[in-house]
C-alpha cells in the first residue's frame, strides 16, 4: 500500500522545490516537528486584505510531508483565511476517514491523493503536519 501513495504528482512536488524556500518578514510562522520520523517544517504565510498572499516552507522532511504542505500552499495562495479555514477543516475530515462529497473533494484537488493515508495511521502526522501549521497560523489571524 506505501507504494500506492507515493505517485508521480507527490515525488513531483517534493521535488520540485517550487514552494519551499524563506519569506521576508512573514506575517506568521509556524514549525511542525514530529519527533516519530524526524519531519521538522516551518510555513511561513503572509496576508493582505484577509487573503492568503504568499506561503513557502522550509525544512526537511520525508516525501509525503513536504508534498502535502507543498500541495497545500498551492491551494491556499489567494485564498481568503474562511476559505483556507474550510480546506483546511475538509483535509482532516478526508484524512480521519470522515465521508466527504464529491464537492469536497473538487475542493481539495490534488490534496485528494492523500485520502489513503486515512488507512496508514503511522503516515498521518506526516500528510498532516504542515496542515496542521496552517491551523494554527489561521487561528493566529483572527
Known sequence: MLDTIYTELI???NQSGHNKGE?????FAQRGHNPNCGDD?????NTRDGFVSE???VGLGCA???AS?????????????EEARLLATTYFRMIRGEEITRDDKKLLKDAGVFETLKDMPARVKCGTLGWHCLSVILDKIE
Do not use: R, Y
Not at 41 to 45: A, C, D, G
Open 11 to 13: 515525488l513531483s512536488h
Open 41 to 45: 517544517l516551518t510555513l511561513m504565510v
Open 23 to 27: 519569506l521576508v518578514k512573514p506575517d
Open 69 to 81: 504542505i507543498s500541495i497545500m500552499i498551492d491551494l491556499v495562495k489567494g485564498k481568503s483565511v
Open 55 to 57: 506561503a513557502k516552507f
Open 64 to 66: 509525503i510531508s513536504t
